[in-house]
Every structure is written in structure tokens, then in C-alpha cells.
């Protein structure tokens, strides 16, 4: 499996519209949200991840996911690369999407543990030579403070040895892993998860970006990706550290609120959420503008 799923590809923020008639009142914007992901293409980044947590998949009918991954596919085309979250409690349900998103022509698929249940190794094992047996690179997503499975780098380099598993999404925090995970599974691709470590984790050798304020600066964070792969620490600090208190919010509860609370503060459409997400509060917003204010340079 030559391709590497490295790079800087954005998990995308989902659009909605006003519709009485469609669940929580919001419907899918596949339009916008299509014109959302070429714009990310043509601002440089790689490529796009539909249906991620920040895509609020969850939130989402069957049909409406499908219909998301379809729409990113269709936007990008031959100019990018498509990697579609195929999350399911059970490795059946993961290796079903993962079928459907061959299918539908992505180049990828992200994916966790089993959702929903505090799976032991033997089963995260199983579930990902399941989804992996489609024949689609893979990245694994380890984000223990959601899932409450933590794929630590010895059980990374087991996964490792999995046919088409290309890649690990680290969201744990803890950018020591990075060299660990470097040194026990030296052929996979170590990807940075979390936006506000993610200089730290590219200066230690992580070769992509699976990230959500891309969704909001995606030509600076190309420019901070280029700058880290290329050593060049003084001009990537200058970038990272006025945007770093924006980025921390992609580590917290309200991730998805904030982002596209970002979008619509730099002129894109980020919008509402759909249930269980609610609003920010007053102090929130307060202190997620006064963030964004710091990232903008001001404006």
C-alpha cells in the first residue's frame, strides 16, 4: 500500500440549513459544505476527512453520512485526497462504512476503537484487520479521552503489522509518543491529532496533520506544516505561537462549537450543531474570540 495518508488533511465541519423537516430542525448543506472542501484543497491542504467527530457523524443519519462522504469526494476529485471516518460501535458497522467509502472512491479511511464500549486488545485487534480488510490505507485514530481505549505504542505496533493500516491519528496529548510510536512501528505514518500540540508533534517527527483549525486558517496551517517538516523553528513559532490559545480549544468539550464559531469569525459559514451540542456560553464566546482575536493578528 504505497499511499501514506500524511500531509495536512482537515477534518471538516458540517454545514447546516434551517429545515423544519429534518432532524433537529438542520439540514445537511451538501452544497456549501462541497464548496467548503474545495476551498480547503485550493488553500493547499491535502485533503479532506468527512464524517470525523468534528463532522459531528454521530449526529447523522445513515443516509446523511453517505451522502457527506459522497459530496467530498465529488468536491475534491483528482486534486486532494478523501479519508472517511468509518467510527461504529462494532467492527461490522466500521467495516460496512469502510465498504461503502471504497465504494464512493475515497483514498482513506480514519478510524477508532469500537465506540460505545471499553474494548480489550484482542478486540481492538479484530476491529481493525476488519476495516482494514476492505483494502482501503487506513489510519488509526487513538483519542483514549473519548473512547476510553488507549492505543498505546506497544498496541500501535501491533496494529501496525495489519495489512493496510498506513497511519495512527495521536490525539493523546502526550507527544513523547510520537518518537515511541516512530521507534516500535517505524513504517507507519505518525499523524498529529490535536491542533494545539501539533508543532510539538511534527518537530518530533510526525509527517501529517489530521486537523480541525485548518477548517479556519487552512493556507497558514499548510505554511506552519511546511515550516516544521523543514526545520525552520523560528519562522513556525512565529506562526504557531499567536494561534496556539485558538488551537486549544480543539482539545476541549466544545471543539466543534468553537470551530465553527472560528469560521463564521473569518468570513466562512461554520453555523450550528446539531443535538447533543449546544450553544457556548457567554464566557466561552468571550474567551473563544479574544483567542481568535490573538490569531488574526488583531483584527
Same mark, same amino acid.
Given at each position: 500500500?504505497?499511499?501514506?495518508?500524511?500531509?495536512?488533511?482537515?477534518?471538516? !465541519?458540517?454545514?447546516?440549513?434551517?429545515?423544519?423537516?429534518?432532524? !433537529?430542525? %438542520?439540514?445537511?448543506?451538501?452544497?456549501?459544505?462541497?464548496?467548503?472542501?474545495?476551498?480547503?484543497?485550493?488553500?493547499?491542504?491535502? &485533503?479532506?476527512?468527512?464524517?470525523?467527530?468534528? &463532522?459531528?457523524?454521530?449526529?447523522?443519519?445513515?443516509?446523511?453520512?453517505?451522502?457527506?462522504?459522497? !459530496?467530498?469526494?465529488?468536491?475534491?476529485?483528482?486534486?486532494?485526497?478523501?479519508?472517511?471516518?468509518?467510527?461504529?460501535?462494532?467492527?461490522?458497522?466500521?467495516?460496512?462504512?469502510?465498504?461503502?467509502?471504497?465504494?464512493?472512491?475515497?483514498?482513506?479511511?480514519?478510524?477508532?476503537?469500537?465506540?460505545?464500549?471499553?474494548?480489550?486488545?484482542?478486540?481492538?485487534?479484530?476491529?481493525?484487520?476488519?476495516?482494514?480488510?476492505?483494502?482501503?490505507? =487506513?489510519?488509526?485514530?487513538?483519542?483514549?479521552?473519548?473512547?476510553?481505549?488507549?492505543?498505546?505504542?506497544? %498496541?500501535?505496533?501491533?496494529?501496525?503489522?495489519?495489512?493496510?493500516?498506513?497511519?495512527?491519528?495521536?490525539?493523546?496529548?502526550?507527544?513523547?509518543?510520537?518518537?515511541?510510536?516512530?521507534?516500535?512501528?517505524? &513504517?507507519?505514518?505518525? =499523524?498529529?491529532?490535536?491542533?494545539?500540540?501539533?508543532?510539538?508533534?511534527? %518537530?518530533?517527527?510526525?509527517?501529517?496533520?489530521?486537523?480541525?483549525?485548518?477548517?479556519?486558517?487552512?493556507?497558514?496551517?499548510?505554511?506552519?506544516?511546511?515550516?516544521?517538516?523543514?526545520?525552520?523553528?523560528?519562522?513556525?513559532?512565529?506562526?504557531?505561537?499567536?494561534?496556539?490559545?485558538?488551537?486549544?480549544?480543539?482539545?476541549?468539550?466544545?471543539?466543534?462549537?468553537?470551530?465553527?464559531?472560528?469560521?463564521?469569525?473569518?468570513?466562512?459559514?461554520? &453555523?450550528?450543531?446539531?443535538?447533543?451540542?449546544?450553544?457556548?456560553?457567554?464566557?466561552?464566546?468571550?474567551?473563544?474570540?479574544?483567542?481568535?482575536?490573538? !490569531?488574526?493578528?488583531?483584527?
Amino acid at each position: 500500500m504505497t499511499e501514506r495518508l500524511d500531509g495536512v488533511i482537515v477534518a471538516t !465541519a458540517l454545514p447546516y440549513a434551517e429545515d423544519p423537516a429534518a432532524p !433537529a430542525g %438542520l439540514r445537511v448543506d451538501l452544497d456549501r459544505y462541497a464548496e467548503h472542501c474545495r476551498w480547503l484543497v485550493d488553500s493547499g491542504c491535502r &485533503g479532506v476527512g468527512p464524517n470525523g467527530s468534528l &463532522g459531528e457523524y454521530s449526529s447523522l443519519t445513515d443516509a446523511e453520512r453517505r451522502a457527506v462522504a459522497r !459530496a467530498a469526494v465529488d468536491a475534491v476529485g483528482d486534486d486532494g485526497v478523501v479519508v472517511v471516518g468509518v467510527h461504529g460501535p462494532g467492527w461490522h458497522q466500521a467495516k460496512a462504512w469502510a465498504e461503502q467509502a471504497a465504494e464512493d472512491g475515497a483514498h482513506g479511511v480514519l478510524c477508532l476503537p469500537p465506540t460505545m464500549y471499553r474494548a480489550n486488545t484482542a478486540e481492538v485487534v479484530r476491529h481493525f484487520a476488519e476495516v482494514a480488510s476492505v483494502g482501503l490505507p =487506513v489510519m488509526v485514530y487513538n483519542n483514549p479521552i473519548d473512547t476510553k481505549v488507549d492505543l498505546t505504542p506497544d %498496541l500501535i505496533a501491533e496494529l501496525a503489522q495489519i495489512d493496510n493500516v498506513v497511519a495512527v491519528k495521536e490525539f493523546s496529548g502526550d507527544v513523547r509518543r510520537v518518537l515511541e510510536i516512530r521507534e516500535r512501528a517505524p &513504517g507507519l505514518t505518525v =499523524v498529529a491529532g490535536a491542533d494545539d500540540v501539533a508543532l510539538e508533534s511534527l %518537530l518530533m517527527g510526525a509527517t501529517g496533520w489530521f486537523a480541525g483549525f485548518p477548517n479556519v486558517f487552512p493556507a497558514e496551517s499548510v505554511r506552519l506544516f511546511e515550516l516544521a517538516l523543514s526545520g525552520d523553528l523560528k519562522a513556525a513559532r512565529a506562526l504557531y505561537e499567536p494561534m496556539v490559545a485558538a488551537f486549544r480549544w480543539d482539545s476541549r468539550t466544545e471543539f466543534v462549537q468553537a470551530i465553527k464559531r472560528a469560521m463564521d469569525l473569518v468570513g466562512r459559514y461554520g &453555523g450550528p450543531c446539531r443535538p447533543p451540542r449546544g450553544p457556548l456560553t457567554d464566557d466561552q464566546l468571550a474567551a473563544l474570540d479574544a483567542d481568535m482575536r490573538r !490569531a488574526m493578528g488583531g483584527r
